[in-house]
């Protein structure tokens, strides 16, 4: 009998193989070793997860603060407001820079390492912000502070993808709404500590390099993590043919402009809200605690309905509604709260985005080996939408006048659904094609 059933499970696996062998190379192809080690301690996966949230907020911090800070730092440093706002930029450059070592990091150092190696980055670059005078040495110490930044951020993410393949989506979401917690808190304190007058942001970035230290002491009391990442040996050109198809260059791009777009917001609707809907800055600042609320709020509702419709329909309704946002905030003046209220349906719209696009390119990588590589160039090219955006939309505000700036951003989201649409258009047709072949 003992035979009889042996016999007739290795009749079906041969079946199965002979039936469908696709299918059983895709699935045996998932199980290559991820960027951490599955034999790894609980505790040492609890504990980096729990520090990546914790940096995460520090980052969301630092994105929510900086927009409200720029005012008070030019003035501070007697320096011209679109200069100032060239740290944004310059943090995101330094968040590029790290998106293109990151996976070598990882591979070399191991996870936790990398975080470390973040975590002290992090607070140095935020104690130079605060500390430090003259243009170029803000723009230096915003380059640190994005590299500390970028670190921390591609290793929880290849954490994440490589446990989540399936839940990707869902798993990002709750990452990222410690990002939005950050950001949601972030205008408040500054309103609260006084910080947007004077010399009130250096005690407060000062105050901010020290959590990053905290998590740097809970880092290091983590058991120590052997793995490390490993790949297949494959040629440089081989790679680079798996890596760049069609699909993934226009996900990419697309993150490129959803990133710009949402960095270019929060960059200046502060100023945008304080000279075109009001003059009060608690108000100002309240605009931006709405947009990150709705981030929040987004990502929230984003766990849910990740499970009940497709990434792509999830992702062109958040994208619908974060464009219609912006353009009717463009158009209001003199109207505090329909601007409050429409600079969080912008959020609201932004939250699901980003993480379903970083989850859709994971997806799109032909093996698992080089979903830490993938991963890092979909957010690198994102953190090249922060560069550029932000300081573009300085010179529009430069130029033309604030009240034109948001005008500019809507347009900018708006190109970024046309492409996506156009990028479902290209990757359904791509489907169809296999599926003709295969036949």
Not at 325 to 330: G, H, T
Not at 333 to 350: E, H, I, K, N, V
Not at 363 to 373: A, Q, Y
Request: hydrophobic content about 50%; charged content about 10%.
């Amino acid at each position: 009998m003992k035979e009889l059933n042996s016999h007739i499970q290795v009749s079906a696996l041969a079946k199965t193989v002979e039936t469908n062998p696709i299918k059983i190379e895709k699935e045996a192809a998932f199980q290559e070793t991820p960027p951490f080690s599955a034999e790894k301690p609980l505790a040492s996966q609890e504990g980096l997860a729990r520090a990546s949230g914790y940096l995460t907020l520090i980052a969301g911090l630092n994105g929510g603060w900086l927009g409200p800070l720029i005012p008070s730092i030019a003035t501070a440093q007697n320096l011209p407001l679109e200069q100032v706002g060239l740290i944004t930029s310059f943090l995101c450059g330094g968040a590029f820079l790290a998106q293109l070592l990151g996976p070598g990091l990882i591979a070399r150092l191991s996870g936790r390492k990398t975080l470390m190696l973040g975590s002290i980055l992090l607070g140095l670059g935020m104690l130079s912000l605060g500390q430090l005078c003259g243009l170029w040495a803000l723009l230096s110490a915003a380059t640190i502070l994005g590299f500390g930044t970028g670190l921390n951020g591609i290793a929880a993410h290849v954490s994440i993808l490589t446990y989540f393949r399936e839940r990707a989506a869902s798993a990002l979401s709750k990452l990222n709404i410690f990002y939005g917690v950050g950001a949601l808190a972030a205008p408040q304190i500054v309103q609260l500590c006084g910080a947007s007058k004077g010399e009130g942001y250096r005690y407060l970035l000062s105050f901010a390099a020290s959590l990053s230290l905290l998590v740097l002491f809970r880092l290091f009391k983590l058991p120590i993590e052997e793995t490390r990442q490993t790949e297949k040996a494959e040629s440089g050109h081989d790679r680079s043919e798996k890596l760049l198809t069609l699909p993934l260059i226009l996900i990419c791009l697309v993150i490129f402009l959803y990133v710009g777009t949402e960095t270019a917001t929060a960059t200046w609707l502060f100023t945008y809200i304080l000279n075109c809907q009001t003059k009060s800055t608690s108000l100002a600042a309240l605009s931006v605690t709405a947009l990150f609320g709705g981030l929040t709020v987004g990502r929230l509702i984003s766990i849910k309905v990740s499970s009940l419709f497709s990434a792509a329909r999830v992702t062109v309704t958040a994208m619908l509604v974060m464009v219609v946002s912006l353009f009717l905030l463009a158009g209001l003046r003199d109207s505090a709260l329909p601007a409050l209220l429409l600079t969080f349906g912008a959020g609201l719209g932004c939250g699901p985005v980003y993480p379903q696009m970083i989850a859709q390119a994971a997806k799109l990588s032909p093996v698992p080996n080089v979903v830490p590589r993938v991963t890092a160039l979909a957010i690198a090219t994102g953190a090249i939408g922060g560069i550029i955006m932000p300081g573009a939309a300085g010179q529009v505000l430069a130029r033309v006048g604030v009240s034109q700036t948001m005008l500019s951003i809507a347009l900018l989201a708006l190109s970024m659904l046309s492409l996506y649409l156009f990028t479902l258009a290209v990757a359904s047709k791509r489907k169809g094609e296999r599926k003709s072949e295969q036949v």
